[in-house]
């Protein structure tokens, strides 16, 4: 019961990101969603279980990816938005505006820690400002490059420690 679980679930994420690429949705390219995100869910499960690995997700934990997940659409419009700004202005290089920024997360090899680090990656690497070139799970530190960052402060959520990991 368990792994049809994890394997459902590896599914309609896989699923759901193939069919958020498409420009249209054609039967085929359904289809071939269904069936690819099918597979990578069946090997998901088994590289996790060849790992020794454990989910990690808690009750905790599951609300903060929703929360992150729910705010990366914003975080994304809003860094457009200040990048075609960016463009506008003339400016081609990052200049002043683009940093190496370093994020705190739960440091260690425990589940909560990594999936913490994991969904804190994703979710920032997702908005086009913004992306994680490194991670030091010794310390818990992610490093990021960013060309714009400011409202809605995702990187700061995924780094909010105000409930313990």
Do not use: K, Y
């Not at 949705?25 to 269904?34: C, M, Q």
């Amino acid at each position: 019961m368990r792994a049809g679980i994890e394997i459902a679930a590896w599914w309609l994420a896989g699923f759901v990101v193939w069919t958020a690429t498409l420009a249209s949705a054609s039967g085929p390219e359904l289809v071939t969603g269904v069936l690819a995100s099918l597979v990578s869910a069946v090997l998901a499960r088994t590289a996790r279980r060849a790992m020794g690995g454990q989910p990690g997700l808690s009750r905790q934990m599951w609300a903060r990816w929703v929360r992150w997940a729910a705010l990366v659409p914003v975080a994304a419009a809003a860094d457009l938005a200040r990048l075609v700004g960016w463009l506008a202005g003339g400016l081609r290089e990052p200049g002043a505006s683009a940093r190496t920024h370093q994020l705190t997360v739960p440091s260690g090899s425990g589940p909560e820690a990594i999936t913490w680090r994991q969904g804190a990656a994703l979710a920032v690497s997702s908005t086009p400002g913004s992306v994680v070139i490194g991670i030091r799970p010794d310390d818990g530190t992610l490093v990021l490059d960013q060309l714009v960052s400011g409202w809605p402060g995702l990187d700061e959520r995924v780094a909010d420690r105000q409930v313990s990991p």
